[in-house]
């Protein structure tokens, strides 16, 4: 316990980047071992993902830091082969892993400008919602304080809809 909190005192916040890389292995050996006929229960075989994912998130959530989640987008192809965009984190372990957030951001750029931006895909309280924060200085300067009130339901002039 004193260890726990010695890390929230010390660490503000802690950056897993990224899940993409701790997820992939357990998705990977659930997959062969289905391939190879060695699990009855096919749906069973990424329970192991699940566990590794637990083991990640309750241990970080319960010091009471804020915790940066970072997972990945891919281009590949849908089961009718048309180009589809994935997530990295399966649907399953992205609704599990809500439970522990406050927001999810998607880091992108302006199609039209090429600049950087960060959207507020979804949060907890509903407040910011699709608001686009602009990255007018190239360095992500003032941007989280920009999200944070957005989160706490403070109207953002910087932000666009």
């Known amino acids: 316990m004193r260890e726990r909190q010695e890390i929230a005192r010390n660490y503000k916040t802690i950056a897993v980047d990224s899940v993409t890389?701790?997820?992939s292995p357990a998705i990977a050996l659930a997959m062969e071992g289905n391939r190879r006929g060695l699990n009855k229960n096919k749906?069973?075989?990424f329970s192991v993902k699940a566990q590794v994912f637990r083991l990640i998130q309750d241990p970080i959530a319960s010091?009471?830091?804020d915790v940066i989640y970072?997972?990945?987008e891919e281009t590949g192809r849908d089961n009718k082969g048309e180009v589809a965009l994935h997530q990295s984190?399966?649907?399953t372990e992205r609704t599990r892993i809500q439970r522990s957030l406050n927001a999810v951001l998607v880091i992108g750029r302006d199609p039209a400008t090429r600049q950087r931006c960060i959207r507020i895909?979804?949060?907890r309280s509903g407040h910011g919602r699709g608001q686009v924060f602009m990255d007018?200085?190239?360095g992500l300067v003032g941007i989280p304080e920009q999200i944070d009130a957005a989160l706490a339901g403070a109207p953002c002039a910087e932000a666009s809809a």
């Open 21 to 23: 890389s701790i997820m």
């Open 43 to 45: 749906a069973a075989a």
């Open 63 to 65: 010091m009471g830091t």
């Open 70 to 72: 970072i997972w990945h």
């Open 89 to 91: 984190v399966p649907e």
């Open 121 to 123: 895909e979804w949060s």
């Open 136 to 138: 007018m200085t190239g």
